[in-house]
């Protein structure tokens, strides 16, 4: 522990992601597990005095009803990322941060999550709970003292908003605050009001999900006006990130890659809500899309399905299946078996983007970061997916960081005045 | 075209490697096959003015009796790379080339290469040997008038020998002439003749194979004395190729590697010389230390098998599971199924390595080219296994060269004068 | 040979499983092939006097432009069943057949059939196109001179018609005739008219497709009436018949399947017909009830995925991941990759089903064929889906049969006058 | 509970299948787990009267120190089969069964196993072992005032004897005596010991293991003698159950296997023993003779690899490759993975083997039992292989059962005087 005090504001508090996030920085800054499967650990980000896990204060909002230690104990219970064991011991800790969970908005989240919102609060336009939201973040940062506040978004995925008119509001934020001050205007997606209140209230933002979240032009000016730093979108744990590791492989070997089928059978939350087409669709075209940005064969076929299969509970299993043709036309074959659990995979990765956005934070930058392409399977800004690159590109970041700045510096004035 | 004329000999060469790398060198260059699977197809390598395949002129050694159309025909029977028309298509052109392959030398090869040779020949000494092989190399360059000729090792893997015994007399090229000219000198395999010879003879060399070639501190100071660029070993094209492509993403994500399981089949010559421990060793020695390499864990556990399925023919199927931990000490699992045929993914690799071989030949590089670092399963004189890095270092190669020089300069010459 | 002349008339003539079944026969009649694949090949079978592969004349209905030469022609190209010499050397004999292909009929097949229909013929009634059919037959026996005629559907599978409607005039031969004799009548399927024709023609019929065929009451009672054999329906070929193969284990061993989920991916014509739900739907309900039928645990999950991949031409890949528990709720996984090709597995099946329905005939045996459950995905008459217990019924079948009737038995006659 | 009281004794009794068996037991009886994974639950074998998991009374000999508690806490550590809260439930009565646990004899079973026995006896001749085995089964059951008492070898596999000389000492009960008197006689190893002690105290036994245990032609004479049933051997629960289900249907369908390679990776003691090549020999000789034996092929090329992968702890993971061929020679592919838990399969099938190893002894039956061919990859007396036949088998001698004897019959007298 460093003596400071980083705030984490999860959007989904008590689902897999935070839950298992919460729990793990927990278990870390106890020394009950090791840094497996953080990014950040070891060299060469020891040298860039990150925040600790033993810094890390956490609050969020949620829809549903819940206590974080019994979310925690669920998770153990269906055999997901926390041992039985470590639930037990870091109960404690995990229902002594219930008070700081406040209840969800669930503003235009589309109806396969609004059904299930047990504990949102409803508005009268989108303006009004984007200032509720603000008001949250202000009271967790006022009562826990923090130094500094980071938004992640792990919430469930929300029905993609219609492009075209999503063009219209989200093109600048002076049209996206004129839509947002109508009581019956637009339905201005949750995940963009977390998004745009972080920003307000000087908070890094990083969104986890496929969801709108800061993807806008509108809130890529508000970041850079307000000074704070964001990315996303939609983590990259799994079959993708195995899209982006071996794709290139096909490309620098011109191995010609016919078809690519990937078939993804789950059995959490996330897949209840992604069995509804519209809350798939951003998912499947992101999994999609990195195939066609790094092998750029328009003639390439490939699929990528998406499967509830309520046994195997936080655990994806995925198939993929790579036709392709080599030397004198040969066509040889590699398919793939992941198996993986999902929050283990990706509440780390939540740790290490809370821990590089804070530095970027306190370092000054604003705007997107593009070194974390790395951590998304839809980097925003960027069209590098080549996973080995942009890997490249946060290590030369983490190696070209300048001198941190004193621990003495009142980071807490400059974040409470956005 | 370029009107260049650049030999290729290949050690092995009525192999599988050797005759889909001469039977589709042919058809690429009467348009019967696109350059899939060649790496240096295309950018950025188009402007590098790399010999072309109509420039490549093909011979070679031999230990089997056998014709280079038949044996292009009994890929195309067994459903190799090549296809029916295709073998058919250019076996003219094919049997043009018998009148260059000579009886090979299989001195030192041990007994399961030894005893299938039908047209070696015997020697007094290693020196003897290794004088023949200059002076095939010589009629080779006259009769065909070439440009340059590029020595390619694609022979069965040899026995390895004593380590001990090879770090005596292979340690610098007076203690490596004194015990090849003696008639009763140590057994110095014949890949490390002629390696020796095509140095001795001006000629690129390039060893495609685990067998020991030019890897002695010998034969490397013979290379820089000679002014020759080498480069191997063991051609990297399946199974070890995905576990350098897919190890460092473990390596990043901090997962950490428990065991990593590879299993192989193989169907072809190549297989049933495996099946001999003495020569499966080196081998499945380099298969394995990559993957020590690059993740660096002294407690994984690794294993490779390679077993002979006589019904595959030329082609390899290889199973390899991989059990890894993440988070929380989560345990996960990643497998594949590699389905390919091995002369359809070495016989481009093989053009592509005598095509840069003569580039830098041409350039007056000599001793190890580590650009080529990505074509081998043990690089010589590197350690750089991830298979990203590697590949940014030939097309760092590729991007930072010279002005090509004139094509008027007299090649031959300059090559004939070793 | 046997003398014998046995007419095999393929709905469907010029489709992939047609073809390769007739080349296939003829391959066998000649020598150049052995009976892999066959069922009827070898003990107990041999003691039957079953129809030699000699003995078969190929005629039928298609509804695409083409010649049996160029379809087999083209499987070849395509890497499917037929080796390319194969198609070279019984060219001459599919050519004679093309003079026994008819204009096939397409009368309420579905969108994706009609509209692909290059010569099938319009008709004003259902009616009108049965006595078409039955005409067809008629000829063909006549100018072949055939001692039986065996009808096999193997077109392409229609859109499933109501189920509501059909089971309203298909409920008994009365409905069905006034139904069909109605100018602006239902749309009865061409396969049910393919059926009823067969069966008023006095031809044993088979259907291989998941079509409706002969399954409705109506055409039962047809076959009774008429005396003459039939079965269906749906060839189980593949990952279906791997589900009848593997559930009886998990049953027998009381291991609970929580969950199967089956992903085919395949590039043929088949496949392309199944991107319309509704030509799927039967297909996938099919695949489906075996294992219900079998495990009889309606707390299971199952899903079957059916996805048109070009790159595969002839070839299918299944994926299937079954998730079950053990001893005290031990969770545990079976997953296998059936890497098959549809048309080499579906031939040799339509030929034993000739074979044993023209068997059946010439026993005087009527209506369905139960021993032939084995065959199929989903048996008429029968909820028996265990492979082995399917077998073990056809290889009683096998045992009991009495002494085969003498052959100058004049067998024609017989047919000829249904 | 039926009121009886059944013994089982392990031998091997603190090795993970007899304490998952024992554990199991004692949770089925008090309700905390269902009958999932035992063949012999259900029906037909519910009207059989067999023996009640509270009806059995646990106890055996062990080579190894330790507590039947201990070693269920530590198969719940390792995931194994016994959940934690589960080892916890029947930690009470575990502890309660140690009392039983004697000292194991380990004579001649080579030196894996004997190297690692921390508490077993040492003997001056084989009958001396024999004899203490004996004693203990007799205290044991009156100790425990059984029933009946069955005795199962669960024990490490033992080092192969040699044929010849086993063939000689084994060939009948006199030369096994003779041999056994000898201080210095032949090494007869101590399943032999254990299964001749159990036949001479009346009591049934059965082998799971590929040890020789009843095998020999003097054993089979002996349990013929003195009235008891047994069977064995090799319990047949993961690949090569697998095998034996699917190899029928290839035999079935004619399609020829042309190669069929397993190979498994484990990581328990099991794993651990069987990287000695001795005692892997008998393992690998039964997994790959059920192939031969069904498919009665001499062409087919077959291996079975067995490594020691030390992660995977309790579980299994097999991949089985199956090349085979079909019509017209086409060459197709079925591959899969099977990821089981070594002792959730086995211990179900230990209990069924006891309540019908009691069931055929209190039936008066004798000699082997050849309706349990299901149990085993290595059936004695028999060559059915096929597990749907063995399993028709089993079903047929459950529906044949006569009427089952009273209760109030005296077991134990019987059992007293063998």
Chains 1, 2, 3, 4 share one sequence.
């Not at 011991?89 to 008070?99: E, R």
């Not at 939609?234 to 195995?242: I, V």
């Amino acid at each position: 522990m460093s003596g400071r005090r980083i705030g984490v504001w999860f959007v989904g508090a008590y689902g897999q992601v935070a839950t298992t996030a919460a729990a793990g920085a927990v278990a870390l800054a106890r020394g009950l597990a090791p840094g497996t499967g953080l990014v950040t650990s070891g060299e060469p980000f020891d040298a860039l005095n990150l925040a600790e896990p033993g810094d890390l204060v956490f609050g969020g909002a949620e829809v549903a009803r819940g206590r974080w230690d019994h979310a925690a104990q669920s998770i153990a219970n269906r055999g997901g990322a926390i041992p039985r064991d470590m639930a037990a011991a870091v109960s404690d800790a995990l229902a002594g941060m219930d008070a700081d969970v406040t209840d969800g908005v669930s503003f235009g989240c589309g109806e396969a999550v609004e059904t299930r919102a047990e504990r949102s609060v409803r508005f009268d336009s989108a303006c009004a709970a984007r200032e509720r939201i603000e008001s949250d973040l202000a009271r967790f940062r006022d009562r826990r003292r923090l130094d500094d506040l980071v938004v992640v978004n792990v919430a469930s995925t929300e029905a993609m908003p219609d492009e075209e008119e999503s063009a219209s509001w989200g093109a600048d934020p002076d049209r996206l605050e004129a839509a947002a001050s109508k009581p019956e205007g637009p339905r201005i997606p949750a995940s963009v009001l977390y998004a745009w209140a972080a920003m307000r209230a000087g908070c890094p933002y990083v969104n986890f999900t496929p969801s709108t979240g800061s993807s806008l032009p509108a809130l890529q000016a508000v970041a850079l006006g307000r000074g704070v730093p964001h990315m996303g979108q939609d983590g990259k744990t799994g079959e993708t990130l195995l899209k982006t590791v071996l794709a290139p492989m096909f490309l620098h070997r011109r191995l010609r890659v016919l078809s690519w089928e990937g078939h993804n059978i789950l059995g959490n939350g996330d897949g209840e809500v992604l069995v509804h087409p519209e809350h798939a669709r951003a998912k499947l075209r992101n999994k999609d899309e990195v195939l066609r940005s790094i092998l750029r064969d328009p003639g390439m076929h490939s699929r990528v399905r998406i499967d509830y299969v309520p046994s195997l509970g936080d655990w994806k299993t995925a198939w993929d299946f790579i036709h392709f043709e080599g030397f004198l036309g040969t066509r040889m074959s590699l398919q793939f078996t992941w198996q993986g659990c999902d929050s283990a995979l990706a509440a780390p990765l939540v740790l290490d983007l809370v821990r590089l956005a804070q530095l970027a934070h306190h370092r000054g930058e604003k705007g997107l970061m593009p070194h974390l392409a790395c951590f998304f399977k839809s980097p925003l800004g960027g069209t590098e997916h080549d996973f080995s690159r942009q890997m490249g590109m946060l290590l030369n970041y983490a190696a070209s960081t300048p001198q941190a700045a004193p621990l003495a510096q009142p980071r807490r004035q400059r974040a409470a005045t956005p």
